[in-house]
């Protein structure tokens, strides 16, 4: 595109703009709502957008301007000049202006404004003239002087306030209101000797250099350090580039009928359909950031509920107040949306600088979605795309007080969201002494293990000095639902002394803390929280959420309580059972580790017939709860030596009640010990070596299935599943001995037993022969904890060691054990899927994995059409959320 | 095919057969030699065979004979009574029939031979009548029914033995040669006796009857339980089905006019081109086979080699046996191959009874096939397909005398070929003190670790209780060609004791043993074993392979020790040095330490500074040996901790040697510990957190090639290999250190470095993003050994807990750690080559696991095209033998 032909200025004015709200790529958020809310009539003070297409330009032609700008900025200027019947430099009626960036996204790190910009020494009596007030001109003289200096000239902002404060200090003032013109004369003089010192020449007096100084700063702080990092963590393009917005100054400091503020159309904390906000009376916006007065309410209900002293807005200005609602609805209504707003009044007018979508919490998010829905002005599609599915956490789990104080200690990851308060124990049997006697506990471990799961679940909350976000503590606190903290690597902690050393501080077993498992953070002592409520809110919104869904949303779930979550919260089956927890259990682990010293396949039988009937009885509830609805059981996954004893004291207690020696024992567990457990002898390879042990599942599952069909009169949609299969001969020879086992029950029983065999996924080899797998398996669900640790080559133990850094340098986008890695785990998937089907059309598939939770997992699910997503309990909200907002997003983009 | 039409029997005759060596799976390979030899017109007994497709029918109709083979079998019958003018079930002149079985295989556990079938009361005096020898008609006779009654009627053989051995004592006979007509006759009556009162009917009198008698048992011998076990380890389809050959009989044992024997057309044990075999005067078959007369030697040469009494037949019978060496040749002549011959002499005349192709050792095989190649019987072509390549490893390492006497106390796994005797330690260091001392020493080990190689390198042999066929033992092992049996898990080794307990013996450290890594036996004492000898015929062969080859063959090899015997081998370059083995020497290992326990990248770098010359002098001789060749050289690959120290003692020495705490040590070690350490902080993952390793080393690598170059006047074919890539960015990252390092050094060193980067692709998510990878990497080595553990989901040094299992129950049928799983790694494979060679057409692609040294692989890689394979030095030659086989039989196939 020639650049003769560019346009790189847009004007606005009330009621007339060149820009509008689609244009938010090239005039960025903010010059593309000034021109929105001038073509609608509202009252935005004239001024023009400089295009981002000029920053671009700027950085590809050797920080050169195009051609074409300056007579562009002129003419732009010289309309302004009109709209406001000022003139730019005029030592009469000069034109004064604020000049901001806006970009795309909104960037910290970037300049921000400069206000009051056209002063000089000539014009600042121009505007002392029109402003009738010599102090206010001088005032804003040398607030231009001090911001300019600071944000254009590089002048640290210090040696503003240190003249300043040796000016009061001399003339003994202690207030600006203080000080008089004469006052604010001298400070200048000193503002601009130390901006010459400096800069080695003074500070500019030509209102267009001014301009030019501006603008220039705005476009050179795009790529200064603390932008350019913000972009690299937040994935914005630098091509993006930043506008540059120049507007005729309007004053709210220029009397008691001027004020500036902020306003929401609704309530940002609750949602409540009420204007909330706060205002400044004869005040400039930069005020308010300072902080030296506190602002007033904007309505009278506000102000009751804050029980202030200080007038709101609807009675101290309540014209204005009222032009202002009026101007709240109508923005609402045109951006159906609430709307985050900032205005002033000058002189009794009002004036809008600003409105943007407003950020909420995710109550006030789910209340207004639903609400405007209600109202009619979005459709139920649209507020169903409104609500950031992570953000319903933060409707399920109790939260941190926002207003309550805090010493944050130490920050860990944020692994399983929600906030804890507990006394801190380090052990899990202490752990469940305590909470039986009644005490809230925090569980500190360096890691967990299955051994820990009683404490874990006794616990308010977890926190581990080690393993990353899909560690053991991780994903079990998900699936229980427990705040947790973990890979806190500042920890140090000593079992034996029940210590943990952080932040140089000593924290000894017993004494309070409290963690927020939502940002990781460690904090002494108790922090108020605050408990969720889901109310007709939520369940309208989830009943429009389910409407648009199409995959399917199941959980991972192996007690009578996950179960019963897990349906409450809307999971249509149970997608992941885990058998192993059952056996952890201090009645079974003993007849667990006889079975593992059993020296022959019939002793090993003998100690597996203790433990059958309570397996059959942890289904029986299970099934009953899940009544109608499909639940796939996955046979024993874990290496033996997880159910082995860790401690000295242990292996003696095991040897003696098992009627053995500690030496045999130590032995045997010397035997079993692996170098790589996570690729070891696991899954349907233990199947495979002791038959016995899914014998005696399948049967405890059958029988289960026998006698809650029998109570209930339903049968049970049962779905056996074996884990880590990388052949088909595996899943051959273990679906068969399954089926004999199924016979024999029905004979025995004089029954008939429905049921489906399928695999877990988890191996790249699986994923490759998926075709042939599928001959044996009516069912597949992916794995994807397991396949992501062998697709990459992590352990996801291990990882903490060195993930971090692949984040800081970009080499992982988001980590592959929170959000599928589309490029790697992904197609694997893909050819799973491809094959399984080629084979058997009718094979369902799901993904148990933790990345059943996550919305941009669930979005690939739901691409590559799969027919379920499985996740922990407390996700189940989210995963329909996110799974409904893909369907819809496909359904928009005309798929 | 209609069966009224089908040809179920095939008759021969000296000088015509409907058969011939090309119907060996219709006639199995017995039937299809003797109508070949029949064709020749050499003297074989007429007879006919009956076809494997009889067999399958036979299985397929309810155990019925197809119809028309009954009057198929009396015409071939009739045949051969008119050919010997005899006839079945004369009692004056009367035919007798042997009945063998015979497959396309050899089939240990199938019905071998019934001998003299015909005779019965009538027929005996006939045969007396013929042979004017009463007792040999009648001894003739009890052995038919001792045959017919074990193999047939399924009477245990001890009955018959005991009848004999009680009418001898009754008698006060020894000796069966003292057993006179009468004698016979009694013997004859009490085995009939016998045999009616077990089968509950008397011994079948009727020859037809006793003919089908036998072939029924010849096809229900095809499903027995050890016919079906063999077959199925063996992965012999069952519809292959076995023949039954029936032939006039001839007698070996009829005076000392007659003979039986083997004979070989060249020395299967040396391959020198002599007869050899042995021969037994007036005996059958069976005798040989029964060991209780000695058999003569064949040749004058035998008998003087061998130093016996006895005649040979080349004296005793000389111009049967120049008619003997005549058949030898014709049959050498017409196989091109090498004969294994049965023959029998009747009354002065020769009869061929089989013929095959002999089995030989590998020397024998080498020499006959470059022999044949140079007298012109098979092309140069022919010769190099003519030898197993893994037979090579026979040429290469010392063997164990094969006459020598063992007692074997337990098996492991043949992990690395070669015999060894040593005293058993179970220290690396005492090992290398023993060795300085000049003393062979076996090391045993529960497993190896890195920091056992000056140990392995030091020992003669290698023993392990723990670890696979690619366990750190067994790859160490084969890469220095030391014999290693690995995984023998019934030996309890006792570090602290210093004893090695096994078969309930006591091994103490110091005792003598030896090892046999080609079969994995474990001996007590010492067992003498054979140097090889690799001579003038090796080098011819091996010129003769490298002319077919395509396939380029490397070693992995790292010290100048290994490079030297690659090259020797043959290697055309180091596909795989790998650094890290340089680390564990006793002078670098401390400021190893010393660089782990820095706490910044400043103290790392110092650290390093120390190793980086001894790592430049570590590669200067390799690149001299290598010169003119390739050398990839790996980064630092394994975890950090496994430089740590293990034992307490280390642990104290460490601290004190670098002025630290024990605490520190141990509380770094506990930091650095992983619970998978296969899928951890290891190769390029270290890399990118720690850059000054790699950094250090590039600059030794570089440093080196300068000085190389400047010795030599040639350059240093340098290859960067950055282990562990799973993604582009950490390729690109690492990349551009080095390209720092090398534009470093070319600018304080006045030189330009030419070298490429590459990866080693090693996890399936390489092979799945191999396009942009090949962006980066201008080669691929693909690591198979951990491409098998991530794409399998296995770590071998676990795998010995459930692959055993795995492999008796068919689920693997070769170990994925030996042979490339074409399945699942195979196919990643192949898509990385696809992908990488899209984006970058000229891109190197190798293999550089253990694998690399595997015939069936290297025919894979060959296929795929890859450019080269990378193998241990002592493999190298096994590698060029197998390409070059892979490349001809794909010519042969016209591809």
């Not at 989210?878 to 409904?884: F, G, H, S, V």
Request: aromatic share 6%; hydrophobic share 40%; charged share 25%.
């Amino acid at each position: 595109m020639g650049q003769s032909k560019m346009k790189w200025v847009y004007a606005f004015s009330s009621g007339v703009a060149e820009g509008s709200a689609d244009m938010r790529d090239l005039l960025g958020g903010k010059g593309a709502n000034l021109g929105e809310m001038s073509s609608l009539g509202l009252p935005v003070p004239p001024g023009f957008t400089i295009t981002t297409e000029v920053c671009t330009s700027f950085y590809e032609n050797n920080e050169q301007y195009p051609g074409e700008l300056e007579s562009q900025v002129i003419t732009a200027l010289s309309e302004v000049e009109s709209a406001v019947s000022a003139k730019f430099g005029s030592s009469e009626n000069p034109l004064l202006l604020s000049v901001r960036s806006g970009g795309r996204a909104s960037m910290p790190g970037m300049m921000d404004t400069v206000l009051n910009l056209g002063l000089n020494d000539k014009t600042v009596e121009g505007l002392a003239e029109q402003s009738k007030d010599r102090r206010f001109a001088y005032d804003s003289y040398r607030r231009f002087i001090q911001m300019y200096g600071s944000v254009v000239l590089d002048v640290a902002h210090h040696h503003f306030e240190d003249i300043l404060e040796d000016y009061k200090e001399q003339k003994n003032l202690s207030l600006d209101t203080e000080m008089l013109a004469e006052d604010w004369q001298a400070i200048i003089s000193s503002y601009a000797a130390e901006i010459e010192r400096q800069c080695g020449k003074p500070f500019p007096q030509d209102p267009l250099a001014q301009l030019w100084g501006a603008i220039g700063a705005v476009f050179g702080s795009w790529m200064n350090q603390r932008a350019k990092t913000y972009r690299k963590l937040h994935n914005i393009p630098e091509s993006w580039g930043t506008a540059v917005n120049v507007q005729a100054m309007v004053f709210g400091n220029m009397g008691n009928d001027c004020a500036t503020g902020v306003a929401f159309t609704r309530d940002p904390s609750t949602g409540n359909n009420e204007i909330y906000g706060e205002y400044l009376v004869n005040a400039q916006g930069e005020d308010v950031v300072a902080g030296i007065r506190t602002p007033q309410p904007l309505t009278l209900k506000e102000k009751s509920r804050g029980g202030v002293e200080s007038l709101a807005m609807e009675e101290a200005m309540p014209e204005i107040y009222q032009e202002l609602q009026k101007v709240c609805a109508r923005l609402e209504a045109h951006y159906r949306d609430m709307q985050d707003i900032e205005f002033t009044v000058q002189k009794g007018f009002l004036w809008m600088l600003q409105t943007r979508n407003a950020k909420r919490t995710a109550h006030a998010a789910l209340k207004v979605s639903v609400a405007m829905a209600k109202e009619g002005l979005i459709e139920p599609r649209e507020a169903v795309m409104r609500i950031e599915p992570s953000s319903l956490e933060q409707l399920l789990h109790p939260t941190l007080d926002p207003e309550a104080s805090r010493v944050v200690l130490a920050r860990g990851l944020a692994a399983s969201p929600g906030a804890a308060t507990g006394r801190l124990v380090f052990e899990a049997d202490e752990a469940e002494r305590l909470s039986h006697a009644g005490e809230k506990v925090l569980l500190a471990r360096i890691e967990t293990s299955p051994e820990d799961i009683h404490g874990m679940h006794a616990a308010v909350g977890i926190l581990t000095a080690r393993g990353g976000m899909t560690s053991h503590a991780a994903v079990v606190a998900r699936g229980m639902g427990r705040p947790c903290v973990s890979g806190a690597s500042e920890l140090q902690i000593d079992y034996s002394a029940k210590t943990l050393v952080v932040a140089e501080k000593t924290i000894k077993s017993g004494e309070i803390m409290t963690i927020d498992g939502s940002t990781g953070e460690i904090m002494e002592g108790r922090v108020a929280t605050v408990q969720p409520e889901l109310g007709g809110d939520f369940d309208t919104f989830m009943a429009w959420v389910d409407e648009y869904r199409t995959l399917k949303v199941r959980a991972n779930a192996e007690t009578p309580e996950d179960a019963a979550i897990a349906r409450k919260f809307g999971a249509e089956g149970i997608g992941l059972c885990r058998t192993e927890h059952m056996f952890f259990d201090a009645s079974r682990i003993s007849a667990m580790r006889e079975m593992i010293m059993a020296k022959n396949s019939h002793d090993r039988s003998g100690a597996l017939a203790k433990v059958q009937p309570m397996q059959r009885n942890d289904f029986l509830e299970l099934f009953e709860i899940m009544e109608g609805l499909p639940v796939t059981i996955r046979l024993l996954d874990p290496p033996l030596h997880e159910f082995l004893p860790k401690t000295d004291s242990e292996f003696a207690e095991f040897a003696r009640s098992t009627d053995t020696t500690e030496v045999a024992v130590r032995n045997r567990a010397a035997q079993l010990h692996e170098l790589n457990p996570m690729l070891g002898h696991r899954g349907c390879r233990l199947g495979i070596t002791h038959p016995e042990i899914y014998e005696m599942q399948a049967r405890a599952i059958f029988e289960a299935a026998v006698e809650v069909r029998q109570k209930l009169g339903n049968p049970v949609h049962l779905e056996i599943m074996i884990p880590l299969v990388a052949t088909k001969s595996e899943l051959e020879i273990i679906r068969s001995r399954i089926d004999l086992v199924a016979k024999e029950i029905e004979g025995s029983l004089q029954t008939e037993l429905s049921y489906l065999v399928g695999t877990m996924v988890e191996l790249p080899r699986a994923c490759l022969c998926a075709g042939s797998l599928a001959k044996e398996a009516e069912f597949f669900s992916f794995g994807t904890n397991d396949l992501t640790q062998t697709t990459f080559g992590i352990s996801r133990d291990d990882s903490g060691h060195f993930l971090p850094t692949y984040h800081e340098s970009n080499i992982v986008e988001q980590d592959p054990f929170v959000s599928i890695d589309e490029g790697g785990v992904g197609e694997l998937i893909q050819i799973a899927t491809d094959r399984g089907r080629a084979t058997r059309p009718d094979i369902k598939l799901g993904i148990c994995g933790e990345h059943g939770g996550d919305p941009s997992s669930i979005s690939f699910c739901h691409k590559i059409g799969l027919d379920y997503v499985s996740c922990s309990a407390y996700r189940v909200p989210i995963a329909r959320l996110a799974a409904a907002q893909t369907s819809i997003g496909q359904i928009t983009r005309g798929d």
